[in-house]
């Protein structure tokens, strides 16, 4: 039972071009949703996260949103670097420091 | 400001055996999580510790099992390993008592089980 589900194990996109990856989730009692960033060899890195009771948060170049009727969120990366080439994975925390991972997405920006 | 430190980085066992592994938090913080990664199961979460005490558990068999100290550091422990614990485990800590998951990751043990 994939409670989150990152249904594009990989994504494509040229640098300064806006990238977004997507996310899934069945659990209505998510409270929080999270971004983190994986390079190899390194444990995950937090991005960005958005309380359920909101619908955007931006910081910078990142931007996620919600949709609790959809139960979808999404996170935009703009302009894309090289740099932000990683895998993305999507968690949601609904008790303590419990999350859920996605499966995760493979992000490549192209020079 | 060190980050999560986690020993050893690799290590090899062989079926039946156990395997403890350590992580020390970042100076401060007090919760402690563990996770397995595979390339078949992904990220899951084990068990998350706070001021020594197992708040809570994810769905793995009692081979796996923790503990915490009075000075955060933590250590997991499996038990009579089986082929399929061959994972990259990977400790993380927070700060914050409120749950956000917001959590700072160290780089992993890897384990391989032949």
């Known amino acids: 039972d994939q409670q989150v589900k990152q249904n594009s194990p990989s994504l494509s996109v040229q640098e300064g071009r806006i990238s977004i990856l997507n996310c899934d989730y069945t659990?209505?009692?998510?409270?929080?949703f999270l971004w983190y960033k994986k390079y190899p060899a390194e444990g995950p890195t937090f991005l960005i996260s958005?309380?359920?009771?909101?619908d955007k948060n931006e910081d910078g170049r990142f931007t996620v949103f919600l949709n609790k009727s959809a139960k979808h969120l999404s996170l935009h990366i703009v302009p894309s670097q090289p740099g932000d080439s990683a895998v993305y994975f999507c968690a949601a925390n609904n008790a303590g420091n419990m999350l859920t991972f996605g499966g995760g997405t493979r992000l490549m920006v192209k020079p | 400001k060190a980050g999560v430190t986690q020993t050893p980085r690799y290590l090899i066992k062989t079926r039946g055996q156990q395997v403890t592994l350590s992580c020390s938090p970042i100076s401060g913080h007090r919760s402690v999580s563990w996770y397995q990664q595979t390339p078949g199961q992904g990220l899951q979460f084990l068990f998350e510790y706070f001021s020594e005490t197992q708040r809570n558990k994810g769905n793995f068999p009692g081979r796996f099992s923790g503990r915490q100290f009075s000075n955060s550091r933590s250590e997991m422990n499996v038990s009579t390993l089986e082929l399929g614990d061959s994972a990259l485990y990977l400790c993380a800590s927070s700060f914050r008592q409120e749950n956000t998951g917001e959590l700072f990751f160290g780089e992993g043990s890897r384990l391989t089980v032949l």
């Open positions: 659990n209505s009692m998510f409270d929080y």
């Open positions: 958005i309380s359920s009771i909101k």
